[in-house]
C-alpha cells in the first residue's frame, strides 16, 4: 500500500487529527481510492484532498466512512465539528485586523491639514520682542471605536485556545479508549478483513438461492451490511443487474442495482427489499 503524503505543516492541530484517524481507517479497510469512491458517493480526487489535508471534508463523507468500516462515527463528528469552527475562527481575524486599519487610517489627518496655532502671542514693545510661549502637548486621546475590535480580537483568540484545549483532552480520551478496545474488541480485526462472499446460484425448493444467507428475506436497505445484502446482490447479478462486488455492503451501487430491479418488476421503487422485492428476485 503506497504511503501517504505528508500533511501540510500549516494545518490546524484539529483538522490535523481528524485526517490522520480517516487514514488509519482507510488503511485498515484496505480500500483503494476508487473502492472509497464507489461506497460513498465522493469522487476520488475529492478523498484525495480530504486525506492530504488539503480541504476540510464535509460532515456527510465523514459519517459514509465511519459506516463502510464499522466506526462509531461520534468521535469522529466531534473532531470535525472543533476542526470546522476553528477553521471558521481563522477566517473572521483577516477581517477584523482589516477594519481596524481602515478605522485607523480614517482617524489620520490629512498630509496638507495644519494645527490651528494655540497660545498666547506677545506684541512688542521697544527693543526687546517677546517669544511666543511654547504650547504643552495634548494628551493622547483613544481613538473612537478602537476598543470594541481589540476585545473581539482577544475573545476570537480566547476561544481558539479554549478549543485546543478542549481537543488535546478529546484526542487523549480517544486514545486511550482506542488502546483499551484493541485489547477488548475484535472489531478492529474485523475491519481490517472483511469477509468475502461466494455466490452458488441454485434452485432451491423452486426458489432461487445463492447459498448464504440459508434462505432468509430479511427487510435491509441503504447502509446495511453482512450475509443478506450479499445474497441480494448475487441474485441481482443473476438478473443481469450490475450491484457492484459482492462485498455484503449496501452502498451506491446495491442502491442502484435494487431501484433498478424493482422499476422492471413493477415494485415500488423505494430502494429497500422487502418480502414483495425478495420474492421477485427469488422467483
Known amino acids: 500500500m503506497p504511503r501517504s503524503k505528508t500533511l501540510p505543516a500549516e494545518l490546524d492541530p484539529s ?44 460532515r456527510e463523507a465523514v459519517e459514509a466512512l465511519a459506516r463502510i468500516t464499522g466506526t462509531d462515527p461520534v468521535p469522529l463528528l466531534a473532531l470535525h465539528e472543533i476542526a470546522a469552527d476553528s ?7 483577516p477581517a477584523v485586523q482589516r477594519q481596524d486599519e481602515q478605522h485607523e487610517c480614517d ?27 511654547p504650547t504643552p502637548p495634548r494628551a493622547a486621546e483613544p481613538t473612537p471605536g478602537r476598543f470594541p475590535h481589540i476585545a473581539l480580537t482577544a475573545g476570537i483568540a480566547a476561544l481558539a485556545v479554549a478549543l485546543s484545549a478542549v481537543l ?24 481490517s478483513s472483511p469477509p468475502s462472499y ?21 427487510e435491509i436497505g441503504y447502509g446495511a451490511t453482512g450475509a443478506d445484502v450479499a445474497e441480494a ?6 438478473a443481469g443487474i450490475s450491484p457492484g462486488g459482492i462485498d455484503g455492503m449496501f452502498g451506491p451501487l446495491t442502491l442502484r442495482a435494487v431501484k433498478t430491479f424493482q422499476d422492471r418488476a413493477g415494485l415500488t421503487v423505494d430502494g429497500m427489499l422487502g418480502p414483495r422485492s425478495w420474492k421477485a428476485l427469488r422467483g
Not at 490629512?110 to 514693545?125: F, I, K, L, N, R
Open 168 to 191: 488535546l483532552l478529546m484526542l487523549r480520551l480517544d486514545d486511550d479508549a482506542g488502546q483499551a478496545a484493541v485489547t477488548t474488541s475484535p472489531r478492529t480485526t474485523a475491519a
Open 87 to 93: 477553521r471558521d475562527g481563522r477566517r473572521a481575524r
Open 107 to 133: 482617524q489620520e489627518p490629512s498630509a496638507g491639514s495644519t494645527a490651528p496655532h494655540s497660545g498666547p502671542t506677545v506684541a512688542h514693545s521697544g527693543p526687546t520682542v517677546a517669544q511666543t510661549a
Open 233 to 238: 446482490q448475487c441474485l441481482l447479478r443473476r
Open 15 to 58: 483538522a490535523r487529527q481528524l485526517v490522520a484517524r480517516l487514514r488509519r481507517l482507510k488503511d485498515h479497510s484496505e480500500l483503494t481510492m476508487r473502492q472509497l469512491a464507489a461506497k460513498t458517493g465522493y469522487s476520488a480526487k475529492s478523498w484525495e484532498r480530504y486525506l492530504g489535508g488539503v480541504s476540510l471534508p464535509p
Open 198 to 218: 461466494t455466490c452458488r446460484i441454485a434452485r432451491v425448493d423452486g426458489r432461487w438461492s445463492a447459498g448464504i444467507n440459508q434462505g432468509r428475506d430479511t
